[in-house]
T-cell receptor
Framework: GNSVTQMEGPVTLSEEAFLTINCTYT??????LFWYVQYPGEGLQLLLK?????DKGSNKGFEATYRKETTSFHLEKGSVQVSDSAVYFC??????????FGKGTTLSVSS | DAGVIQSPRHEVTEMGQEVTLRCKPI?????LFWYRQTMMRGLELLIY????????DSGMPEDRFSAKMPNASFSTLKIQPSEPRDSAVYFC???????????FGSGTRLTVV
């Protein structure tokens, strides 16, 4: 079956620290992979995506590379800011059905 | 574009009452999704529509839940009768196709007392 596993949070960092949030997946075929971000009191927003192996998605300083050999799509950012505090969701798109989301990882950045 | 619009933003109701949540997707998007978010279960897909037709409702918890999409610009999720365990944030999302990035609404926070 199709599933997404994310590292459990919360992740607590100081401003300007390096961020990694791990995401691995199980899927049949070759799904697209996504990272979404949810700020307090809001809906999820698409952060970045990758549609095939070795693609790198990037946005607002965040990056993730589609690794087929390790079935991973880890989210990274070189220097986090307080404004990056949010919940981050990894998701995959199986063929002809809805996105499957991980459970989310809470990031808290302090100044 | 105003994005995906959900109403109401907050709903507090008594157990046993009927609750109706509403969603207006982005114009031109042909797929619409209802998700439920709780601390315990995370984000769960309840049902999704493609071109106004329900495609997968296997996530609907039980017969108390029903969803309709009478036209391309409107969908409802109804709970009758409501129970305290239905308390959650309910999100609507829309997209062009099922495999593309979704645009989410701001959600409806439902509290059943």
């Amino acid at each position: 079956g199709n599933s997404v596993t994310q590292m459990e949070g919360p992740v607590t960092l100081s401003e300007e620290a390096f961020l990694t949030i791990n995401c691995t997946y199980t899927a049949t075929g070759y799904p697209s992979l996504f990272w979404y971000v949810q700020y307090p009191g809001e809906g999820l927003q698409l952060l970045l995506k990758a549609t095939k192996a070795d693609d790198k998605g990037s946005n607002k300083g965040f990056e993730a590379t589609y690794r087929k050999e390790t079935t991973s799509f880890h989210l990274e950012k070189g220097s986090v800011q307080v404004s990056d505090s949010a919940v981050y969701f990894c998701a995959l798109s199986p063929r002809r059905t809805a996105l499957i989301f991980g459970k989310g990882t809470t990031l808290s950045v302090s100044s | 574009d105003a994005g995906v619009i959900q109403s109401p933003r907050h709903e507090v109701t008594e157990m046993g009452q009927e609750v109706t949540l509403r969603c207006k997707p982005i114009s031109g998007h042909n797929s619409l999704f209802w998700y439920r978010q709780t601390m315990m279960r995370g984000l769960e897909l309840l049902i999704y529509f493609n071109n106004n037709v329900p495609i997968d409702d296997s996530g609907m918890p039980e017969d108390r839940f029903s969803a309709k999409m009478p036209n391309a610009s409107f969908s409802t999720l109804k709970i009758q009768p409501s129970e305290p365990r239905d308390s959650a944030v309910y999100f609507c999302a829309s997209s062009i196709g099922t495999g593309e990035g979704y645009t989410f609404g701001s959600g409806t926070r439902l509290t059943v007392v």
